[in-house]
């Protein structure tokens, strides 16, 4: 897997996945989204959203049980 800035990434305990939030360095107006197999680092969904979009993203996520585990975003 190539090495990309993520602004954050969430987690879920005893969840095989984990979610990532990155920058598209073409476009900083756009997110890509990845629910990531932790044990083979397979991409099992990927979503291609509007930066703007990010809280509605992750509050579903944080519904499902996910919580940030680090960020990036300088906040």
Not at 52 to 58: H, R, V
């Amino acid at each position: 897997m190539k090495t990309e800035k993520k602004i954050l990434t969430m987690t879920k305990d005893h969840s095989p996945h984990v979610v990532t939030f990155t920058p598209d360095p073409q476009d900083s107006h756009f997110v890509d989204v990845r629910i990531i197999r932790k044990a083979t680092d397979e991409v099992k969904g990927q979503h291609y959203i509007l930066k703007s979009d990010m809280p509605q993203w992750l509050s579903y996520f944080e519904s499902q049980g996910f919580t940030i585990k680090n960020s990036d975003n300088g906040q």
